[in-house]
């Protein structure tokens, strides 16, 4: 398949020369560039949550049954 991207001058010129020093079309060196980055991404698995747990600890003057008092509290009022 034919497309058309943009790359950035100096890591063009840094292709060209890698595939003049193997002897090798361009085309085989961004492709093989590709694949090994696709390779490398697809083996991560999916993303896994870790739960993690803390002890907290109530602060003085909070009271637990007194909503108010608690959003005061969060939101600096007191």
Same mark, same amino acid.
């Given at each position: 398949m +034919? #497309? #058309?991207? *943009?790359? =950035?001058? *100096?890591?063009? +010129?840094? $292709? /060209? +020369? +890698? $595939? @003049?020093?193997? =002897? @090798?079309?361009?085309?085989?060196?961004? *492709?093989s560039a590709l694949r090994l980055y696709l390779s490398v991404r697809g /083996?991560?698995?999916p993303y896994r949550f870790k739960w993690g747990t803390d002890r907290g600890r109530l602060l003085p003057g909070v009271v637990i049954e007194d909503r108010d008092s608690l959003f005061d509290i969060m939101e600096g009022r007191r």
């Open positions: +034919r #497309t #058309t991207i *943009e790359i =950035g001058d *100096e890591l063009f +010129r840094q $292709a /060209k +020369r +890698r $595939a @003049a020093d193997e =002897g @090798a079309p361009l085309r085989q060196i961004v *492709e /083996k991560r698995g």
